[in-house]
């Protein structure tokens, strides 16, 4: 499996025109420097807001909107290095 994280591939060709200032995960992901599977561990538990999945061909693509986005940013920048204490 290719990285795509950092690549120079234009995701713009997953995106349909309404939804052109949305990001994809690898979008996501190269902006607040995490990876596809923390992101996905987080929507998992609670902690960030699953995305819109949009149908582009056979694929489900996950798009975040930039309010979404901006959220995710401001979690990551907030975060605290180390385990999250339980209740």
Not at 8 to 15: E, I, L
Not at 17 to 37: F, I, P
């Amino acid at each position: 499996m290719v990285n795509v994280v950092g690549s120079k591939d234009n995701y713009s060709r997953w995106k349909p025109a309404k939804y052109k200032h949305y990001l994809t995960m690898a979008e996501l992901c190269a902006r607040v420097n995490r990876s596809r599977d923390r992101i996905k561990q987080l929507e998992k538990q609670g902690v960030l807001a699953a995305p819109i999945r949009v149908k582009v061909g056979e694929l489900r693509v996950r798009l975040y909107s930039p309010k979404e986005a901006a959220k995710i940013e401001e979690h990551f920048r907030n975060a605290k290095p180390g385990r999250r204490s339980e209740p």
